[in-house]
């Protein structure tokens, strides 16, 4: 994938251009030489904020199977 960098000056005088550019690959905008921003497709935010959720979820069933079957585990060990 493409990483188009563009200063926030450069942004601020050109944001529709960069708005269209980042339906196809990220923007990274630059403040003092460093990235400060990404611009995404908003398909492409929805696909890393679906996965952030599944991830959440699994987090937190696995530790409620833990605190669950931790008694039964230690059991087992003995």
Known sequence: MDRKFVTST?????????LDEAAKAPVF???????????IDIDEYERLSALDAR???LDRLR????????????KLAR
Do not use: M
């Open 55 to 57: 991830q959440t979820k």
């Open 29 to 39: 905008i630059t403040k003092h030489d460093r990235p400060a921003r990404v611009l």
């Open 63 to 74: 530790q409620e199977s833990h605190e669950q079957f931790a008694p039964l585990y230690e």
């Open 10 to 18: 450069e942004f601020r005088n050109k944001a529709g251009r960069y």
